[in-house]
């Protein structure tokens, strides 16, 4: 079919008049002597081109959804089904988890001085990488649970996971309660995960809202200044991690992924988790233990980092004691010190000659991890 048959003959002639009228006044005359009909006619195609190549495809929807036709193709999958990302996963970063007790928010006494602490240690882990942040109980010299110590454990989990939040999503996921009077204080990570709404990013985390759109799939808030249309159903305040359309400024579409797929698939530090356990032991139970595979206890009483070899990893281990160290926390579940060595593939002394009787927790991580940093050169 010509390019004449294609153009209907109502549109061709209303272009040809605009491109007629859109002469100056001076000069229209000669121009539309000097130009023959079958010459404006040939303009008037390009123009139509043009515009079929650069405006986005219409949105089926009103208001301020922008959604391209073929998202009506999407599959609807369950709520519990696997996440299907299949990117291919080239030389994945390792991976690194420290273990601290929860007893060193004790070691201030207001609650103002805990906020400050626990950002103290949001942002070493921000800084250094740390994806995942394990907090121990500390037992009584009797062995017996100290209620104060798991109270400490609860609020150094939930100011680390606050500060690890997006802002846009804090106030979905949190009740502002007497713990996070002072939250407003907390230094911000600014990780690649906390983005601004005009950011460009791959991947972005979100929560899942009420509405829906006339095909029923779920929308969620990023972040962004549009609710974001996800490929799938779900129910309203799941926490979700999405991975942006390349077209999203016409489809406002994402995919719901991992939430390991930021680190593992596109190679971005992501944040931190947190969890808890019940003893320093139970970090070193069956299904934990074997996940790490290169796990380093840290004392001012392990070998010198400066005389020792340390191999490469995939899921490295860094252990911190409290203020009395490592050893008073597994005598109290009955491991004594020769036994707490064994413990770890590695027992080091990371700061020696130090001019201090005590590194406090806070401290000794920046220290630590500053030192392993250059022992292992993917960490």
Request: aromatic share 6%.
């Amino acid at each position: 079919m010509s390019s004449d048959e294609a153009l209907p003959k109502k549109k061709r002639k209303s272009l040809i008049n605009e491109i007629s009228s859109s002469l100056t006044p001076k000069s229209s005359a000669k121009k539309r002597a000097r130009m023959s009909e079958p010459a404006l006619d040939e303009m008037s195609h390009s123009l139509v081109d043009n515009e079929q190549q650069q405006s986005p495809e219409r949105s089926p929807f009103s208001g301020d959804l922008h959604m391209a036709d073929h998202s009506k193709k999407a599959k609807v999958k369950k709520v519990d089904s696997l996440w299907d990302y299949k990117t291919e996963i080239i030389d994945p970063k390792p991976k690194l988890s420290i273990a601290l007790p929860g007893s060193i928010l004790e070691n201030v006494h207001t609650l103002l001085s805990k906020t400050s602490l626990a950002s103290q240690v949001a942002r070493a882990c921000a800084i250094f990488q740390v994806n995942e942040v394990v907090i121990f109980d500390d037992l009584d010299d009797a062995g017996v649970r100290n209620r104060d110590t798991r109270k400490s454990c609860d609020l150094l989990k939930k100011l680390l996971e606050y500060t690890n939040c997006p802002q846009y999503l804090r106030k979905a996921l949190f009740v502002v309660d007497e713990d996070l009077a002072y939250a407003s204080l907390l230094h911000p990570l600014a990780t690649p995960a906390h983005m601004k709404s005009n950011d460009t990013s791959r991947y972005r985390e979100g929560i899942t809202l009420a509405k829906k759109t006339p095909q029923g799939m779920t929308m969620a808030n990023c972040g962004l200044a549009h609710d974001v249309i996800l490929d799938r159903k779900l129910k309203p305040n799941i926490c979700i991690t999405a991975e942006i359309d390349k077209n999203f400024e016409y489809t406002n579409t994402a995919r719901v992924v991992s939430p390991e797929a930021p680190f593992s698939v596109g190679g971005i530090y992501w944040g931190y988790k947190v969890r808890v356990v019940d003893s320093i032991r139970d970090i070193f139970s069956k299904d934990d233990h074997s996940k790490y595979d290169l796990i380093i206890g840290t004392s001012d009483k392990g070998e010198s980092i400066t005389k020792v070899e340390l191999p490469s990893y995939e899921n490295l281990l860094v252990v911190f004691g409290g203020v009395n160290g490592i050893e008073i926390a597994t005598r109290n579940v009955d491991v004594n010190d020769s036994e707490c060595r064994k413990m770890f593939h590695f027992y080091l002394n990371c700061c020696p000659s130090q001019g201090s009787r005590t590194i406090r927790t806070e401290e000794a991580i920046p220290i630590v991890l500053t030192a392993l940093k250059y022992k292992f050169s993917t960490l």
